[in-house]
């Protein structure tokens, strides 16, 4: 099972989660016009949003962080068969266990992203793969976890990138700020005009308040007609455009 971009292809067959508009969103959508260096990937799933960020930046090093070893494996194989390959990274480890080592060294990144589980609750026995549900719910990966590593890795006047549920917008301010993180800019995002609103998408930087900017994206005309703004954000990379 291989996506293909124009510029890279993704194997996701072993990944619980595949290739999704969640994360080409994130890819395109994050600000990289102040020229980070070190780049990290959090939660990389088959590798998608490193190698968006490779084909977007001239960063020296991007590493990632996968938990899951066959996601892990996959990822670690779509980045040696991609253009960028003596720049791309991955680490065989949860991030919680990455943040105790890096902080230890004292390394830090221009940019954290993350595409990060979402859904919070008690896992039952639903007959769901344990990957899948290791990829999709937060228990693994707490938000409270995520924010501190961001805020601990983060270079003073880097930024932290990462889409979440809307419903979960207050929330994560308020835990961000409790890490000396706050918004510099949240889209919120709708499939379509009149839907509702399904996504935010937050580039957060560190121990300042700057002014916010928030704004709104949507992404269908009609079903798979893209809107202008959205096709202009993915037009380097889905091939039929």
Not at 110 to 136: C, H, K, T, W, Y
Request: with cysteine.
């Amino acid at each position: 099972m291989i996506f293909q971009f124009k510029n890279f292809q993704v194997a996701h067959d072993r990944c619980a989660m595949k290739v999704g508009t969640d994360g080409v969103l994130l890819g395109a959508w994050t600000p990289v016009d102040f020229r980070p260096n070190r780049v990290l990937d959090v939660g990389a799933g088959s590798g998608l949003i490193s190698l968006m960020l490779a084909q977007r930046t001239d960063a020296l090093q991007i590493d990632a962080v996968e938990v899951d070893e066959e996601a892990f494996e996959q990822c670690v194989s779509n980045f040696e068969n991609s253009p960028w390959n003596d720049r791309l990274f991955c680490y065989h480890a949860s991030f919680q266990e990455l943040v105790g080592e890096l902080y230890e060294d004292e390394e830090c990144y221009d940019l954290i992203i993350s595409n990060p589980p979402f859904f919070e609750g008690m896992i039952s026995d639903s007959g769901v793969s344990e990957e899948r549900i290791q990829a999709r719910f937060n228990d693994f990966l707490p938000f409270e976890d995520l924010l501190e590593g961001a805020s601990l890795l983060l270079n003073p006047e880097g930024y932290f990138s990462l889409i979440i549920p809307y419903s979960e917008e207050e929330k994560i301010i308020q835990l961000a700020s409790e890490f000396q993180l706050f918004p510099k800019k949240i889209t919120r995002v709708k499939g379509t005009v009149s839907s509702k609103i399904k996504r935010s998408l937050f580039l957060f930087q560190k121990n300042t308040s700057p002014e916010c900017v928030l704004d709104e994206l949507i992404l269908e005309v009609d079903r798979h007609v893209y809107t202008p703004e959205f096709a202009v954000l993915v037009k380097d990379f889905y091939l039929n455009l």
